[in-house]
T-cell receptor, first 115, second 111 residues
């Protein structure tokens, strides 16, 4: 398996524009997580899904952020409209919590810069 | 919710020496404690984990200890090498699937 795949790797956009980040989890994993990483706040969990259903979105900062998981192999995180303070690295991770294995595998991340 | 604190924030060690990173957690219900290593430009990668029914776990030069009573756990790296230089994160899980991360420790191994 190629691991968790995120696209794009880098995104530069102007303030006010819509941004869509994409994630393909590892096949067979039933949990998917979206994290945001900044120097000031470290790794923050934004939202996570179990079997494509959002379980906890309490970390989503504002209504400008939304996430979907239309099927087991794809998820999106959308920011509309984007603001400079949204600049960060966004990670997607997936895990399979069946049995004793609980490792969360992270993608390479999307570095978002809003100017 | 779970609150994970990690110390120190930066750690510089001489090659061959040991490195120790300590974390505390707040929720006594937490039962899974992974450690992640993040290299520049990459996502965090699991290096070792421990569950609450175990006090210590070793994997070559890496070991993790857990004290449930005190609610703290530690990462020990022995015989450090330059390739151990990275940011290390501890985490704790108190709900199925949901990890809370520490702030990270930047480890620099001096040759």
């Amino acid at each position: 398996d190629a691991g968790v795949i995120q696209s794009p790797r880098h995104e530069v956009t102007e303030m006010g524009q819509e941004v869509t980040l994409r994630c393909k989890p590892i096949s067979g994993h039933d949990y998917l997580f979206w994290y945001r990483q900044t120097m000031m706040r470290g790794l923050e969990l934004l939202i996570y899904f179990n079997n494509n259903v959002p379980i906890d979105d309490s970390g989503m900062p504002e209504d400008r952020f939304s996430a979907k998981m239309p099927n087991a192999s794809f998820s999106t995180l959308k920011i509309q409209p984007s603001e400079p303070r949204d600049s960060a690295v966004y990670f997607c991770a997936s895990s399979n919590e069946r049995g004793m294995s609980s490792e969360a595998f992270f993608g390479q991340g999307t570095r978002l810069t809003v100017v | 919710g779970e609150n994970v604190e990690q110390h120190p924030s930066t750690l510089s060690v001489q090659e061959g020496d040991s490195a120790v990173i300590k974390c505390t957690y707040s929720d006594s219900a937490s039962n899974y404690f992974p450690w992640y290593k993040q290299e520049l430009g990459k996502g965090p990668q699991l290096i070792i984990d421990i569950r609450s029914n175990v006090g210590e776990k070793k994997d070559q030069r890496i070991a993790v200890t857990l004290n449930k009573t005190a609610k703290h756990f530690s990462l020990h790296i022995t015989e450090t090498q330059p390739e151990d230089s990275a940011v290390y994160f501890c985490a704790a899980r108190y709900l199925h699937g949901k990890l809370s991360f520490g702030a990270g420790t930047t480890v620099t191994v001096r040759a």
